[in-house]
């Protein structure tokens, strides 16, 4: 399988604390994704960060890549009740094809 | 209206029957793809195209099939549906040359009984 893994699996904080969220890959890459899946919906594009980047944010984004270590991590900064959802990683490799990790669900409680 | 829309939504069916999900977009890209989502898995690629022509399989593409009708429409066939292929189904779209950014349908839910 491509698939990559995230750690932890389920985080639960209060409102106004910082989210930090892992994802592992296991194959060369183009770039790194994020999204974001309310229960049940569609996933939506958060953040894009290119294998020839280390760090990139957007927002209360902050996203790391460490292609060494086949690692990259999505930080939610001063997290908000409406940030609960899943979160997923995806990597895309020359081919255009787009491997999902198997997600964090987040709980921001208020 | 969404720009990739999926339908049915949600399906009910038995094993053996044959399902079709369709999807349909208009942001006008060349690259559709099919995915099943099942909890604690993730999602998987069944199938991908990046034109009219081109096809090719996924990660999990055994038990399905598509067909590329037109640039704005891409179709998941089950021929004889079973148990296991109970999954939300989503259908993204990418554009050539761009960031390489998916544009996901709201997914199809699957019950096969």
């Known amino acids: 399988s491509q698939q990559g893994e995230e750690d932890p699996q389920a985080l639960s904080i209060q409102e106004g604390e910082n989210a930090t969220m892992n994802c592992s890959y296991k194959?060369?890459?183009?770039?790194l994704q994020w999204y974001r899946q309310n229960s049940g919906r569609g996933l939506v594009h958060l953040i894009l960060?290119?294998?020839?980047?280390r760090e990139k944010h957007s927002g209360r984004l902050r996203v790391t890549l460490d292609t060494s270590k086949k690692s990259s991590s999505l930080l939610i900064t001063a997290s908000r009740a409406a940030d609960t959802a899943s979160y997923f990683c995806?990597?895309?490799?020359?081919?255009?094809?787009?491997?999902f990790g198997t997600g964090t669900s987040l709980t921001v409680i208020p | 209206d969404a720009d990739v829309t999926q339908t049915p939504r949600n399906r009910i069916t038995k094993t053996g029957k044959r399902i079709m999900l369709e999807c349909s977009q208009t942001?006008?890209?060349?690259?559709m793809y099919w995915y099943r989502q099942d909890p604690g898995l993730g999602l998987r690629l069944i199938y991908y195209?990046?034109?009219?022509?081109?096809?090719n399989k996924g990660e999990i593409s055994d038990g399905y099939s598509v067909s590329r009708q037109a640039q704005a429409k891409f179709s998941l066939s089950l021929e004889s549906a079973i148990p296991n292929q109970t999954a939300l189904y989503f259908c993204?779209?990418?554009?050539?040359?761009?960031?390489?950014?998916?544009?996901f349908g709201e997914g199809s839910r699957l019950t096969v009984l």
């Open positions: 993204a779209t990418s554009d050539v040359g761009a960031s390489g950014e998916l544009f």
């Open positions: 194959t060369s890459i183009n770039n």
């Open positions: 960060i290119r294998s020839n980047e």
């Open positions: 995806a990597t895309g490799n020359t081919g255009n094809q787009f491997y």
């Open positions: 942001k006008g890209h060349d690259r």
């Open positions: 195209s990046f034109d009219v022509k081109d096809i």
